[in-house]
């Protein structure tokens, strides 16, 4: 009986400890379901901010996606341009080389035109001396001849006055008849050198027409070999014409539409308040810019000029009317010069070669404008640029 007490004593007291497990387990099991939970939720909320983002990102990469397909059409049709410019430019290159080949055969045939002219002159003066002496030669001539014909006159004269003597006087016959067979004499001579003379004279004559046909031969040739100079020259002008234009718009689009800078004719005209400030001649760093961008335009240009144009970038400084007498410009003629050398230099700064430029000062005696007002002289402060041949 002892025995069974102390089993059932063992037994009441397992009991309270199996529950205390049951219910610490029972809690910890509740603990990690509120983690689960929290960390469902948790998970949620991401989830649900990462499908947010990948929509947004759905939509960028579709966006892209458009984007890429006008830069790939965009690409495509630059790449058509290319192609066509690339074409354009293998012909104009093709064009100046075939310019420059027709040039160097100009300039040749110029040379040989040259030399063709100057013998032809030297020709020309020896038979200029030639013709002088024949000319004197003829004059002497036709004196001589004048002279005998005055003499056969004279003589003529003589045998009929003898002959009328001779009706009256028959006794003077013998001595008469020996006058006159004397005088026929004489005027056969004569006649004979009169015939020799004139032959002397054809001949002349015949050489002088022939030397004024040679020289209305070269005359044809030295006016045909102007025009054809004068063709050269007009072609190589246009050559020119064509880079002048193509400068200015280039310096068009480069400096823009801008109030103070404009086209004349072929001049490029900047006024005065662009570059430097009143009564000065040194560049403001706004003028300067405006300069360096100028002289950019004009170095990718010269490269396509080719070199048998012997150009030049003149640079003509203008003022107003207003006199001005200071010691750095006792008058207008130096302040448009030193303006224009100001010019001429930033340029040379700038790369330009010093032989292709050029600066001249005209004061206020070239004005675009004559009025005698501040609209005008604003006019005509300037600095003007033409590209030109020396």
Do not use: C
């Not at 059409?73 to 290159?93: F, V």
């Not at 030297?122 to 036709?142: G, N, P, Q, S």
């Not at 003898?162 to 001595?175: P, R, V, Y």
């Not at 004009?298 to 001005?324: E, F, M, Q, Y």
């Amino acid at each position: 009986m002892a025995l069974g007490r102390r089993r059932r004593i063992h037994q009441d007291n397992i009991w309270p400890g199996f529950v205390d497990a049951l219910a610490t387990m029972l809690m910890v099991i509740i603990f990690l379901l509120m983690i689960f939970v929290l960390a469902q939720v948790f998970l949620s909320e991401t989830l649900s901010g990462q499908e947010n983002t990948l929509e947004k990102l759905n939509a960028q990469m579709s966006e892209l996606t458009d984007l890429l397909n006008l830069e790939r059409k965009a690409n495509k049709d630059l790449r058509g341009n290319m192609d066509s410019l690339s074409t354009e430019l293998q012909a104009s290159i093709k064009r100046r080389d075939d310019l420059t080949g027709q040039l160097e055969t100009l300039e040749s045939e110029n040379n040989k035109v040259n030399e063709r002219l100057a013998d032809a002159f030297k020709t020309i003066d020896a038979d200029r001396e030639t013709l002088e002496v024949k000319l004197a030669e003829l004059a002497k001539m036709k004196q001589d001849v004048q002279a005998l014909e005055a003499l056969r006159d004279q003589l003529t004269k003589e045998i009929k006055e003898q002959a009328t003597k001779l009706d009256k006087q028959e006794g003077k016959l013998i001595e008469e008849r020996e006058l006159a067979d004397s005088a026929r004499a004489q005027n056969a001579l004569m006649n004979q050198q009169l015939a020799a003379l004139r032959e002397q004279l054809a001949s002349i004559q015949e050489a002088l027409e022939a030397s004024e046909a040679l020289n209305k031969d070269q005359k044809a040739q030295i006016s045909s070999l102007g025009n054809r100079l004068n063709a050269a020259l007009a072609t190589k002008v246009q050559e020119l014409s064509k880079y002048r234009s193509e400068f200015f718009g280039e310096l068009r689009k480069v400096l823009g539409n801008q109030s103070g800078i404009r086209i004349v004719g072929d001049r490029f005209v900047f006024q005065s308040e662009v570059l430097f400030n009143s009564g000065e001649a040194k560049l403001e760093p706004a003028g300067q810019a405006q300069l360096q961008q100028l002289a950019k335009t004009l170095r990718d240009i010269s490269a396509k000029i080719p070199p048998k144009i012997d150009w030049i970038l003149r640079v003509d400084g203008h003022t107003d009317n207003i006199p001005i007498s200071t010691a750095k410009f006792p008058s207008n003629w130096e302040l448009s010069t030193q303006r224009a050398i100001s010019v001429v230099k930033e340029l040379i700064k700038e790369g330009i070669p010093a032989e292709r430029l050029a600066a001249t000062g005209f004061g206020e005696f070239q004005p675009l404008d004559k009025n005698n007002d501040e609209i005008a002289r604003r006019r005509n402060r300037r600095i003007e640029l033409k590209l030109t041949q020396r």
